[in-house]
């Protein structure tokens, strides 16, 4: 058995955000309370002063919607289906932001024994709302943005990766095994490990794809096409569907085979960042880029069809150019692959003894070293 290559780094691909800011709020809002508590401030002047900061927050809340609603009423046939209703509804969601106003108001009138008129203390909240908004106080930050778009689904690589699944992988997938099984019944050599059966999914984070395998790395060959997929799609008669079959060279110049190919729509990521009109930097590619594998990944998992029928490959391409970097990731992967493989068979042969031989026979024909080594962990 080949020795495993050097040590290989695996990209850092961001997980899910948990739910560790609203814990943050919960207990900043206990260390508020305790503060206020100790304060040994008057009851009736606190619960004045809480309630008018609350019913400002609400006013802030009315102001802005008011605002939206000026260039809304503008959009109603377009946006809203000719309905002020619907419109109003979504610049005012009037059942928690105006019951909030209302009670609050009512708590601060009760409340009210400072000498000074109800209608001075609106004006100036309103002031000091409209003066944050216009010098934009209140703009989300690129956290709370990008924790919206992630939890609505609403990221370009949520759709381009639902686009990949429904109208790609869904289709050549679960076909995968066959064409590989047809191909390995006409070459039984190169396809011994039935693990290495699926399609191999590169996904380089910098969204740098080769039309040509042969050109990223002279270490991987075109070897020949598996068996085409014939499908009417979409008013196309006879759409083809197929994958090609590649020799992957290892840095001990060990042949594997399989079948490979980048993810096709991180061209339409790189090709964004590269138009001016789509207004996207480089950082924004790789964000997207990483949150299309972990979209993929998670789509992927949930498929019942295409399940053992693929293997991404996410990988961050070194600062400095390396000539055989991807071949060397590949082969990785397949050698994890066929670790693998031995790994099931092995565990097969330990659940079925033998009655033939006895412990010592086993002893010679089993030895440490032969055993599969441990898989790494490589983050996905």
């Known amino acids: 058995m080949s020795r495993e290559p050097r040590q290989r780094c695996a990209p850092l691909i961001p997980q ?20 206020l508590l100790l304060a040994g401030q008057p009851l009736v002047s606190t619960a004045r002063s809480l309630t008018f900061h609350f019913a400002t927050l609400q006013i802030g809340a009315l102001l802005k919607g008011t605002c939206y609603l000026a260039e809304e009423i503008f959009h ?53 709302q409209l003066l944050i908004l216009a010098l934009g106080l209140q703009k989300p930050s690129a956290v709370e943005m990008s924790e919206m778009s992630e939890r609505s689904k609403q990221n370009v690589a949520h759709g381009l990766a639902w686009s990949y699944y ?10 995968m095994k066959k064409s590989m099984e047809e191909f390995s019944r006409a070459n039984p050599n190169l396809l011994a490990c039935r693990k290495t059966w ?35 799609r979409a008013g196309t008669k006879k759409r083809v569907y197929k994958h090609s079959l590649y020799a992957i060279r290892d840095e001990e110049n060990q042949l594997w085979h399989c079948a490979v190919e980048y993810a096709t729509p991180l061209q339409s990521l790189y090709a964004m960042s590269q138009d001016e009109c789509a207004a996207f930097s480089r950082e924004e590619r790789l964000e997207q880029a ?38 060397r990731e590949i082969a990785w992967h397949l050698r994890q692959e066929h670790h693998e493989e ?17 412990s010592a026979d086993l002893n010679l024909q089993i030895s440490v070293s032969d055993l599969p080594q441990p898989l790494r962990t490589d983050g996905f």
Not at 166 to 175: A, C, D, S, T
């Open 16 to 35: 899910a955000r948990g739910g560790r800011a609203q814990r943050a709020v919960y207990l900043l809002l206990a260390l508020c309370a305790g503060a």
């Open 76 to 128: 109603l046939d377009s946006r809203h289906h000719g309905s002020f209703w619907r419109a109003l509804s979504t610049c005012f969601p009037l059942r928690w932001h105006g019951a909030m106003l209302l009670v609050c108001g009512s708590a601060y009138v009760a409340l009210l024994g400072d000498g000074q008129p109800l209608g001075l203390h609106l004006i100036l909240a309103s002031l000091c």
């Open 166 to 175: 429904v109208g790609y992988l869904k289709i050549v997938l679960p076909r």
């Open 198 to 232: 699926k399609l191999h999914i590169l996904v380089p984070l910098s969204c740098d794809v080769y039309d040509e395998l042969e050109k990223a790395d002279s270490n991987i060959q075109y070897v020949t096409d598996l068996t085409e997929t014939t499908l009417a």
């Open 290 to 327: 990483k949150l299309f594998y972990r979209t993929l990944e998670e789509i992927l998992k949930g498929s019942k069809e295409c399940a053992d029928a693929y293997r991404l490959i996410a990988y961050e391409e070194p600062r400095e150019a390396e000539t055989h970097f991807l071949s």
């Open 342 to 358: 031995i790994a099931v068979l092995e565990g097969s042969h330990t659940h079925t003894p033998s009655t033939a031989l006895d």
